[in-house]
C-alpha cells in the first residue's frame, strides 16, 4: 500500500516539475516525505533508502525552480 502511494505521489511530482509551479512541487514533496517516513515507521522500507529517495527529489525539485 505505502509503495503504489509513494510512486503515485512521485507521478504526480514528476509531472509538476515541468510545470515550474513552487507550491505544488512542495505539496507533492512533502507528500513524499510523509509517505516515506511512514514506510519507515511500518518497514516497508529501510531508513537508508528513505533518506536517499527524499535527497533525491529534493534536489530534482530545487533544481526544477
Known amino acids: 500500500m505505502f509503495k503504489s502511494q509513494v510512486r503515485t505521489a512521485v507521478r504526480a511530482l514528476e509531472e509538476n ?7 505544488l512541487n512542495h505539496k507533492h514533496l512533502s507528500e513524499i516525505y510523509s ?27 530545487a ?3
Do not use: W
Open 17 to 23: 516539475l515541468s510545470k515550474k509551479d513552487a507550491a
Open 35 to 61: 509517505l516515506m517516513d511512514k514506510g519507515v515507521k511500518k518497514g516497508v522500507y529501510k531508513v537508508n533508502k528513505a533518506n536517499r529517495t527524499k535527497a533525491r527529489f529534493a534536489a530534482r525539485a
Open 63 to 65: 533544481k526544477a525552480l
